[in-house]
């Protein structure tokens, strides 16, 4: 049993519940400046007592990636799940994100000519029926696009994609680098990035007037899941096998359905539990030589 990846998993399932709450009274531009400038400094904090000179081992290119990947893996991602879970549930957006392993499994054939085996093709066909399922709430006609639900639930799946292109865009780069480094410096440019837009909301003045709830949403995001689940995943990784606790990604769906029904009392729909259990036994096909 490994503690940390599972307080990890649990953190960024619970994540799209803390959105769900703080976007109610805050603007995603000023949510996302005030989340990543948390977990910034605190990992900035961790990282330079480990190493105060780690900024000094990046390179002019380096940086270009670094720009990059907070770009699309920290702005884009932020913002396509803020920006959906306006117009779907916490529990739908927890089980599409889970469809990332075989959208990863996808970009990994195309750009980096990774083997896929007919096992792997089953799961991805699976994976996208569970998410179609998901999205379509069983309705299989051009009425869904319609419904509010299904242009966040799109949104979100937009999300997924963005977070694909960061993981197999961003493999060179990330494997030069220490992991809480090159977090450390993504997340502070990320920051960096957000923090402009944060203009155009015109709502800091509302900081003041924030509920309990609120804020523990903004504070749950900044310290658990920028900072803390990071931290925790990679202490895991450095105990135990890369398959053994990516298992534990299983489980964030779950997180997020539990919370969502505790703390937003949102309603658990036999199509969606359907879909995202199609969905998860995709990616488990899709992924099933590197977990064996």
Known sequence: MSWPALAAVIFWGVSFIATKVAIRELH???LLPLRFAIGALLLLFVQ???DRHFLKAFSYRDWVSVVLLAGVGVV???LLQAYGLFYTTAINTGWIIAINPILITIAARLFLGEAITFTKIAGILL???GIVLI????VFSPAIFRFASSFGDLLVFGSAMAWTAYTVGGRGFLSRFSPLASVTAIMMVGCLIILPLSGFAEDWGKLTHLSLSAWAGVLFLGIFCSC???LFWYAALEKKDSSI???YLYLEPFSTLIGAILFLGEEVKWITLLGGGVTLLGVYLATWKSSK
């Open 228 to 230: 803390l689940g990071y």
């Open 28 to 30: 995603p531009f000023t």
């Open 135 to 138: 999205i379509s709430r069983g």
């Open 76 to 78: 884009g991602v932020a």
């Open 245 to 247: 606790v990516g298992m």
């Open 48 to 50: 330079l007592r480990r």
């Open 127 to 129: 994976g996208f029926f």
